[in-house]
């Protein structure tokens, strides 16, 4: 039997014309019906995560120029993203980053330089993704997403209220996975929320060349899940947004779609030039809605952010990125064994003749050293 639905019913799941927005670009509060602003704890809270975040990703950008990083995808410019995501949940809930959302991961409590282990090119994950309800980054376009449904499901079958956040990139919502995935969490009703990082591109390949859709939160719909647009850059309308996302996941309303508007204000990683598919006139004009500007200037005007709060959470950034670049500078200990350790429970003999084949380069070049 076909479903009917009402027309009413169904326009009910289609996002906004204009992204969802409570604070403008200049910093003034823009009250919105659906969704009521956080208070001002909050805002500062997420604030204080702006500032540690923008100054991990600039010495995260100085790591790979050091040659302390083999690649960093940074989320310049993405920060609100970021520290929405990680406020939007509780400690029960999970994560399920890609590889540019290191400033959502360490939000949620990894250590700086745990995250970092991935893209010095150590280990898959420098964390122990149990501890902080953090899924390993994913560079598998979309991949992540149904590990976060499969793990939705899970979670529903043994009766917790644990919601997920997954988390891609506009250029993944082409990929096969992401349907899926959108698919199964809706037949299956479950408490997943994904989130889309629209900054415009994938690489070097623009919106306009990924989809012919009104908007990505517009696939929504297809897939009978609500969508919404929100400003990706006004980390008070993420908060309400995601939060509302998140709180109807946990009701057991089933899941959502949220496409952030954001830009990528850096290359897509140091090994792009970016200067080779897009006009440097358009980068600058995001500048002018920078995520920590506007918060910055909504709490300063009503005073809720005072000069000593101001200094608090810079000096913490500080000590933050100096503890990274500490770690960072010191050779890492690596035992060449590793290359073969987790990838099978019995080692087969084929990958063990490549480990003696190893060892007996290691032990002669002991010897000849
Ligand atoms: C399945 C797959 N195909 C291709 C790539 C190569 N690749 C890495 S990042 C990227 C662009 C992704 O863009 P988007 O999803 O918008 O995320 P962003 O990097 O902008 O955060 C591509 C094509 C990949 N990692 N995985
Ligand atoms: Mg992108």
């Not at 008070?236 to 995601?242: I, S």
């Not at 500048?287 to 913490?316: I, K, Q, S, W, Y």
Request: with cysteine; glycine share 6%.
């Amino acid at each position: 039997m076909p479903r009917h639905i009402s027309p009413q019913s169904a326009t009910t799941l289609l996002p906004r014309d204009t992204p969802v927005q409570l604070v403008s670009a200049t910093g003034e509060h823009t009250p919105d019906a659906d969704y009521p602003a956080p208070d001002d704890a909050a805002l500062l809270s997420a604030y204080a995560g702006l500032v540690s975040g923008r100054r991990i990703n600039d010495q995260c950008n100085a790591l790979v120029r050091q040659g302390r990083l083999a690649v960093y995808p940074s989320s310049n410019g993405q920060e609100a993203c970021q520290i929405a995501a990680a406020h939007a949940l509780r400690d029960t809930d999970w994560l399920f980053p890609t590889y540019r959302d290191s400033v959502a991961i360490i939000t949620r409590g990894v250590a700086p330089a745990e995250a970092m282990v991935l893209l010095r090119g150590d280990w898959h994950s420098g964390y122990d993704p149990h501890q902080f309800r953090v899924a390993p980054q994913a560079t598998p376009l979309a991949t992540q997403l149904l590990h976060a449904v499969g793990f939705a499901h899970a979670a529903k079958l043994r009766g917790e209220d644990t919601v997920v956040l997954a988390m891609c990139g506009d250029g993944a919502t082409s990929e096969g996975d992401f349907h899926e995935a959108m698919n199964f969490a809706a037949v299956f009703n479950l408490a997943v929320v994904f989130f889309v990082q629209n900054n415009e591109f994938a690489i070097s390949v623009p919106l306009s060349r990924q989809t012919a859709a009104p908007s990505l939160a517009h696939k929504a719909i297809g897939y009978g899940m609500p969508g919404q647009r929100v400003d990706g850059n006004d980390v008070a309308a993420l908060l309400a947004v995601l939060g509302e996302a998140v709180d109807r996941a946990r009701r057991g309303d089933g899941p959502s779609l949220v496409e952030a508007h954001t830009y990528r204000m850096l290359a897509h990683t140091n090994a792009d030039d970016d200067t080779r598919y897009r006009e440097h006139e358009a980068v600058q004009e995001w500048v002018a809605r920078d995520p920590l500007d506007r918060v910055r200037a909504l709490l300063r005007e009503r005073g809720a952010l005072t000069d000593d709060a101001e200094a608090a959470f810079a000096e913490t950034a500080e000590r933050t990125a100096a503890e990274l670049r500490e770690t960072m500078h010191a050779e890492p200990q690596v035992d060449p064994e590793d290359l073969f350790a987790h990838v099978y429970a019995e080692r087969p003999a084929m990958l063990d003749a490549q480990w003696r084949f190893l060892q007996d380069e290691l032990d002669r070049t002991e010897a000849g050293a």
